[in-house]
């Protein structure tokens, strides 16, 4: 038996009780070296298969390899297991022979908005802006969909050694889009993990914001607020009394 | 203090460990009476204060005066907390004297996914298609735009009593847009609760199907696949061997 199982940001409490219990049951824990590490502290005991990134086929392949010889196998991804995870790898690359089971879990999108208050509150885009395998075209695309729909934009993935500036890039696009300068964003560093922080700021200072690969970013829609330190996208209860709401 | 808990779909192997000592911990539950009553199996002797839909501020007022006075409440949203949940209500309701917790959950997007397979495999975007708070013309750029964009759309609230044929005249859009009637889709019914049933079909089968409240309903991208009984959205990764891969 395979499982892909989502961990969520990494620390146990972010984890399903699902997910725990098969990482505790498994025989062997296989995944991308820095979230098996985070895996580790919990499951010391357990045999580890690990590889670097561009490695995710070998990976997936020598899983699926374990599970058909009999062994129960987990594959963890950080956050989902869905959600630029590898279960969609996995079911591109099993026969009708391996026994696969998939557990989502909580994706950065979602532990990051808990960070910064509720800006997901209403309809959202998910973009990756990397263009390891997605032609930056489409990303461009992608942003600029994701503005003329007034959708609030959390961004995965913003930058990394080899791109560092696909975020100024992705900020232009929205603001070519129309978007005004002071639209509210958001972004979250280190989600659910040691040295976590969140700010909030406006699209101008998202664009001279320097990310790195445990950022996650938001950027609100024409809905979302600055509510005291938080981040609020507001669904439109249209009872809320006056006065109760700050801005 | 006040917590907002997202509890997943509503089993306890779908919480994560945080939410559930949350649970375990607080002296008072609120919520929708649907998803309170989830939570009451599991934790019976907890009090509960629950209202009906269209009451949600009632109940976060409620919830925020309870915590001011002391006690220790959890607020439950099924799925996350963030996502159409009563975390961005709260925010905009709470004054300053409330300490708050945000515990964000899987929600329905990620929980569906991993029953069909993987749909969110790449970008996606999330709409509801409930118009009690927000404009029909909105959700309908909101679809348009998504379809623009060829992103992965995951559809909440697809149908209700008041509402039965919003799926179809969603589709509609779709397909005015331009996109493909064989295009792939999937519903997933009653996700982690008895009775769950997922079904991959094509776009002119979607606008078939009778929906209701407890359905989410996934519209491919072009990167989107039939792979078995299973839907899944390719990330594109090039070393794919070939001959492994069923589509």
Redesign the interface.
């Known amino acids: 038996m395979l499982t892909i199982v989502?961990i969520?940001p990494g620390e146990?409490?972010?984890?399903?009780?699902?997910a725990?219990?098969c990482l505790e049951r498994c025989d062997c824990i296989v995944g991308y070296h820095v979230y098996a590490d985070l895996v580790r502290v919990i499951f010391p005991d357990k045999e580890y298969y690990t590889t670097p990134m561009t490695q995710?086929?070998e990976r997936c392949l020598w899983a699926i390899e374990q599970a058909d010889a009999g062994r129960e196998v987990a594959l963890v991804c950080s956050g989902?297991?869905?959600?630029?995870?590898m279960?969609?790898?996995?079911?591109?690359?099993a026969?009708?022979r391996t026994a696969l089971e998939?557990?989502?879990?909580?994706?950065a999108a979602?532990?990051g908005?808990?960070?910064l208050?509720?800006?997901?509150?209403?309809?959202?885009?998910?973009?990756?802006l990397s263009d390891r395998?997605?032609p930056w075209e489409?990303i461009e695309?992608?942003l600029?969909?994701?503005a003329?729909?007034?959708?609030v934009i959390c961004l995965y993935n913003p930058a990394s050694k080899g791109r560092p500036d696909h975020l100024r890039r992705a900020c232009d696009i929205l603001l070519a889009s129309g978007m005004e300068e002071d639209r509210i964003c958001g972004v979250v560093h280190n989600i659910g993990r040691e040295g976590q922080s969140r700010q909030v700021m406006t699209l101008a200072g998202l664009r001279e914001y320097e990310a790195d690969m445990f950022t996650t970013v938001y950027i609100g829609s024409r809905m979302t607020r600055r509510?005291?330190e938080?981040m609020?996208?507001?669904?439109?209860?249209?009872?809320?009394?006056a006065g109760?709401?700050?801005?």
Chains 1, 2 share one sequence.
């Open positions: 989502g969520g146990p409490g972010g984890m399903t009780l699902e725990y219990q995710e086929v989902d297991s869905g959600v630029y995870g279960a969609g790898l996995v079911c591109e690359l026969g009708d998939i557990l989502p879990g909580v994706t979602c532990s908005a808990a960070v208050g509720a800006p997901l509150a209403h309809d959202f885009a998910v973009i990756s395998l997605t489409q695309r992608r600029a969909a994701a003329a729909g007034d959708f509510i005291g938080r609020v996208t507001s669904r439109g209860y249209r009872k809320v009394p109760r709401c700050e801005n």
